[in-house]
């Protein structure tokens, strides 16, 4: 993405700076300053101005560029030479009205020094010291900037100004819209490894783990509704992972080594099976459980063990709770498992090393094998990296790909995003020193990949969080919330209500 910020004001000059949005942050693109002459603004090149995340202390951040400037200034037929110094100090987060409403903002102190020394040895160097305090709010952007410039002497070039935004529009949606007060939430205090959604009774279900202070052990029925919760008996020590069948009949439970399967409504056992293992790593976990849409009785679990990295044991399948023979390899596979809607094939997700590979998995009367893989663009720094499948669709993490050929469709405007009826919704967070405005879900257009609508829940910036959406019922989600370790167990469940959810 390029940005251009222009300023035209009296007394002074029209300038234009431009600007890259990468990975890294926002960066000044030098090479597309016309004001410069074309060999300084080739040595200057492009100037990292705001991480993002920000790396909060260290004290300076420095940039510096020098040579020749590329024009004879006195006439001489040598050219000139300059001296290029960027400091930036992070000051911090504050508080800030913006468009009426108080914002966190990010802080920065920014100097910009150039120096032009003349080919001529006894004319003096010629300074420049512009200097900027910016204030950035999430979302938005720079929105207050106040800039001046001194000679090396200390007399004012360019009187002291602020530049300060009062509105605008983003992607088509007015400013005003970010800065409504957040829909209704209901959050509970509830304890939680993992949560699934009961489709035809409208009911959540979540594992409760075996530290809880309260019901440990157990799994919680929660009532997206009226936010009643309440909880089966013990089940067995420290349940995680679950999967419901299509048909609401089924819960399937990870729980102490032990693939358990439960009758809904009442929660009733009526079978367990112990995973494979334990193996030279210890003992095999569930880290992700699926049920094929077509059986009830069909389930996939991808493994993971105790004691090495990566932890990655394969992905078996049974049915009936009956271990079939073949199970994909290990070390390298699918942290993240999905039924593909034909109930043939299984999409898995590598989320733990950096091959990041997208897998088909076709299922067979005796297990599963891996038929494909193709590379996708993951990384560490999505919360919570995801894997739904439609008809057409595969969502991970922040990217949309084709199921037919695994192909990568598009980008997805937010970090941990899930498939809900005919929309996608995007958790959005905010990070250390990120630029997220606060919490927020947006709701995605599958066909085109674009925001429909962006709805806020929350409204704690910069901070740290590490969130989970479970769609729900028409209007509503749950939002698992880890609060600032990042590390399971979820130590809270919000519900969060708002007409245009799907």
Sequence with gaps: MVLTESEQFAPFDSSETHYLRTTAGLVINAEKDASLPPGAARIIGQILEYPDPVRVGGGAR?????????????????????????????RGTESLTFAGSDLSVLHFSNTVTLTLFSSDPTVPAVTVVTTEESYLAGTFGLVRAIREARDENGAV????????????????????????????????????NAIVFDTGRGLYYASVPNGSSTNANSIATVNPASGTVSFSAPLALNPGAMAISSDNSILYVYANNNLI?????????????????????????????????????VVAVSLANAGCSPRHEGVVLYRNLVEQPNRTQGHTGSNEIAFAPNG???????????????????????GLTQTSVVATSGNFGINWRTLDASASQIVLGDAVHSTGN??????????????????????????????ALSEQIIVV??????????????????????????????????????????????????????????
């Design 445 to 502: 257009d599958p066909a085109t990949q674009l925001p429909i609508s962006t709805l806020r829940f929350g409204t704690n910036d910069f901070v740290t969080w590490t969130l989970r959406l479970t769609p729900g019922p028409a209007g509503k989600v749950a939002i698992s919330d880890t609060g600032f370790t990042g590390s399971l167990p979820f130590t809270s469940l919000r519900i969060f209500s708002n007409a245009l959810l799907p």
């Design 406 to 435: 695994l192909a990568r469709q598009g980008s997805l405007p937010g970090q941990s995003c899930r498939l809900a009826t005919n929309r996608i919704l995007c958790i959005v967070t905010p990070t250390p020193g990120g630029f």
């Design 62 to 90: 420095v940039s510096l560029r020098q040579g020749p400037w590329g024009e004879d200034l006195n006439g001489d037929g040598v050219e000139e030479g300059f001296r290029l110094t960027f400091t930036q100090i992070f």
């Design 261 to 297: 399967r439960l009758a809904l409504p009442g929660l009733t056992e009526t079978g367990r099976v112990p995973l494979p293992g334990p193996g030279f790593c210890g003992n095999n976990s569930a880290e992700r459980i699926a049920v094929s849409p077509l059986d009830a009785s």
């Design 157 to 192: 070039i360019v009187p002291r100004y602020t530049l300060e935004i009062d509105s605008g529009t983003a992607g088509g949606v007015s400013w005003a819209d970010y800065l409504s007060p957040p829909s209704p939430v209901t959050t509970l205090a509830l304890s939680h």
């Design 344 to 366: 043939t094939e299984l999409f898995g997700l590598n989320t733990e090393t950096t091959e990041w590979g997208l897998r088909r998995i076709a299922v067979l009367p005796n």
